[in-house]
């Protein structure tokens, strides 16, 4: 009966045993499982893209100083300018060199140019020297020199002068004849343009300009005249980078006014003058 029972006991344990693992197994599964799931969650949070942040620059706000400036930049460019200039003084002058002499950049270089502008205009026109005479005497001057040094150099133990060969480029004196022919061209054709009387205005301006320069012509000659338009050029320029604001304020009311007696001169005399037929343009 015992051997009976022992075994019916180990049997009765057996069972009770193995559910208490199966409880435990159970738990320790349904743990595990949590555990995994909150690592696969946050293996899958990591592997996400994230939302880039934006960039410093879009969340930077732009402050008044910088706000203050574009609008006194727009409020510039918008300010009145002689002859519709758009570009700065420099460029309007074609920039590099020219401008740059004009523009006294370098002041030593314009002080001597406009310098020696005055010393020729004083030469040939306060003094009565002749342009021939000058380069003749010139010539003989340099050659004389030239021709001694180099006959009495084996005499005074020096080297003879070094005489550089001047050669003209070809390329050159056809870039500067195809300018001047473009040049000549051009002003032929707009002279023919205002003969056939189609733009009014644009002639009386050209008449107005050619009566101006016999004036000029009829108080100098044309060398004076020429070395006024040069100084002209070393002076004004400078003086109207310097004082560009005060002189298009003053230039802006002054063609408000030309523009108002244009207008009256238009109305009462200009629109009953007879025009040419407009000739239609061929596309």
């Not at 009145?80 to 950049?105: N, S, T, Y």
């Not at 005074?156 to 390329?171: G, L, Q, R, S």
Request: with cysteine.
């Amino acid at each position: 009966m015992a051997e009976q029972t022992q075994p019916q006991g180990e049997g009765g344990a057996s069972p009770k045993h193995e559910s208490l693992m199966e409880k435990l197994a159970d738990k320790l599964h349904v743990g595990g499982g949590k555990a995994d799931s909150s690592s696969s969650s946050d293996s899958d949070s990591d592997e996400r893209p994230r939302p880039s942040a934006p960039p410093a620059d879009e969340l930077k706000q732009p402050s008044f100083s910088d706000a203050a400036a574009t609008a006194a930049a727009e409020a510039k460019a918008k300010v009145f300018r002689l002859f519709g200039r758009e570009q700065p003084i420099h460029k309007a002058l074609g920039g590099g060199k020219p401008a740059d002499v004009f523009l006294w950049r370098n002041k030593n270089i314009s002080a001597g140019i406009l310098g020696g502008a005055t010393a020729i205009w004083i030469l040939f026109e306060l003094l009565g020297y002749h342009l021939l005479t000058f380069v003749c005497h010139g010539l003989i001057f340099a050659l004389g020199v030239l021709f001694l040094w180099s006959n009495a150099s084996s005499f005074i133990h020096k080297a003879p002068p070094k005489i550089p060969e001047v050669i003209i480029p070809e390329d050159l004196v056809v870039n500067i004849a195809l300018s001047t022919r473009y040049e000549i061209n051009r002003a032929f054709a707009n002279l023919r343009q205002i003969a056939l009387g189609r733009d009014l205005k644009k002639f009386l301006m050209v008449i107005a300009g050619f009566w101006l320069l016999s004036v000029l012509g009829s108080c100098c000659n044309f060398l004076t005249l020429v070395y006024i338009v040069f100084v002209v050029l070393h002076t004004v320029p400078v003086l109207y980078e310097k004082y560009e604001d005060q002189i298009d304020s003053y230039g802006e009311k002054g063609w408000a006014e030309i523009k108002k007696q244009y207008a009256v001169f238009d109305e009462k005399v200009l629109s009953k003058v007879p025009r040419g037929p407009a000739k239609d343009k061929k596309h």
